[in-house]
């Protein structure tokens, strides 16, 4: 019987096997904890092993031959810029691959609040994939529309985490010349189930469907990582991520993906022909960054640099040593916390309500004296 995986820290869930297995014998199906993980059925497959051969957080991966560029980036539009997560540098690619008559694909909320993989053939249909959403996107059948697509010449660009790119690659086991990619920084993917109990909480709270999440809105005091829940009854709550929960629960690495702390794809060897992320480094790039969000952008490949030299005259960018634009995710895996496994058992055995309590709760003091600060700095700003 053919094993992917002996512990689930070992999969990231990037379904290259399941789209690759030519008798279907493998489906994604969610654990307890609503991540997706491979199931064989052994009544279809044939022990061919092509299953194990795509497995690149298995096997490793072959990085780009090509001299990487690194940028610091701000599109040209603020906008645009408040449309997405940091220096909205994905927005441009996108708008401009679409023009070029190409169909881009990316991570969206469907009307139920799951995210998966979509395809928008036309700028309107863009807008749902941009921004950052901290949880695990379900790539359904994603990989085998690309190949069809790239198969009849239409050019594609698939954007999503490090492992979902080389899982697209590993699938095609080719290089397609109309096949562009870009993968994000990525410091873990959040549980589905956390997010799904967040939603509910937050729906009674305020007695409403939600309407929108937004896990990055720049609103309060031009802040940029703040969680913004927009309801049906036009209600709408936003706060800061040291306060919320649900971001509380990700940054502090409580609830993402087991694989995300071995994982693969955490250095400069990208996978994409263009990596983004947000620039951390502002002190090499002094006054070029204003707050309101700058990209990190890293050209990986010559396609990398094709889509890059279309965008620039969109985008104001200073080049910057690669050294200087590190950040740890770009060096290493998230560290697993202490805490991890206690809080999964918990989570398990008492609820999302116990676990927030435990691990997420913020006493009044602190959120006044985090809202009095906050203030304190606009005002000062203002002078
Ligand atoms: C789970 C996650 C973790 C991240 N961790 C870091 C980090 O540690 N350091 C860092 O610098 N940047 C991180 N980022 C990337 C950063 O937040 C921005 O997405 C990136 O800088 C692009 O921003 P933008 O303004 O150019 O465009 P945006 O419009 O914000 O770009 C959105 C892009 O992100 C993709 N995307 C959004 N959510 C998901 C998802 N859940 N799964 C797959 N693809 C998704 C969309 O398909 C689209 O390509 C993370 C993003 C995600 C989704
Ligand atoms: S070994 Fe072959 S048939 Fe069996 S699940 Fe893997 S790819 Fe499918
Ligand atoms: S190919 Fe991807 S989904 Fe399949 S076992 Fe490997 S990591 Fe998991
Ligand atoms: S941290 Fe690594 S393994 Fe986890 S989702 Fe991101 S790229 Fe994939």
């Not at 299953?51 to 906008?79: E, H, L, P, R």
């Not at 697509?149 to 290089?175: A, M």
Request: with cysteine; glycine share 6%.
């Amino acid at each position: 019987m053919i094993c992917l995986f002996k512990d689930k820290s070992e999969c990231c869930g990037c379904s290259a096997c399941a789209a690759v297995c030519p008798h279907n014998a493998i489906a994604m199906k969610a654990d307890t904890n609503g991540f997706l993980y491979p199931e064989i059925n052994g009544d279809l497959c044939v022990e061919c092993g092509l299953c194990q051969k795509v497995c690149a957080f298995k096997n490793g991966y072959q990085a780009f031959d090509y001299q990487k560029k690194v940028y610091a980036a701000k599109n040209k539009s603020t906008a645009a810029r408040k449309g997405s997560s940091s220096g909205g540098a994905f927005p441009l690619i996108a708008e401009k691959f679409i023009e070029n008559g190409g169909v881009v694909f990316g991570a969206a909320f469907d009307s139920e609040l799951k995210l998966r993989h979509i395809a928008a053939h036309t700028k309107q249909e863009l807008a749902p994939i941009y921004k950052s959403k901290y949880l695990q996107s379900d790539l359904g059948d994603t990989f085998k529309e690309i190949k069809e697509l790239l198969d009849s010449g239409k050019p594609c660009l698939f954007s999503g985490t490090g492992c979902q790119v080389q899982g697209l690659r590993e699938f095609l086991r080719k290089d397609y010349p109309n096949l562009f990619t870009v993968d994000i920084v990525c410091h873990g993917v959040a549980n589905p189930k956390i997010f799904e109990d967040y939603k509910k909480m937050m729906s009674e709270r305020f007695s409403s469907k939600i309407k929108s999440i937004d896990f990055r809105a720049k609103k309060i005091y031009g802040q940029t990582q703040d969680m913004q829940v927009v309801f049906e009854n036009s209600k709408s709550y936003c706060e800061f991520p040291d306060i919320d929960v649900y971001k509380i629960l990700y940054s502090n690495n409580l609830s993402i993906r087991s694989s995300c702390f071995e994982c693969k794809f955490a250095n400069t060897d990208r996978t994409g022909d263009i990596t983004l992320g947000d620039f951390w480094a502002s002190r090499a790039i002094g006054g070029f960054d204003d707050k309101k969000g700058v990209s990190l952008v890293m050209i990986n490949s010559e396609k990398g640099e094709k889509l890059f030299s279309q965008i620039n005259s969109r985008l104001s960018e200073v080049e910057v040593e690669l050294e200087k634009a590190l950040q740890p995710n770009l060096k290493a895996p998230t560290k697993k916390p202490d805490a991890y496994e206690c809080f999964q058992c918990e989570y398990a055995d008492k609820g999302f309500e116990y676990v927030c309590k435990k691990y997420a709760r913020r006493s009044l003091k602190y959120k006044a004296m985090r809202r009095a600060k906050t203030t304190v700095k606009r005002l000062l700003k203002r002078k």
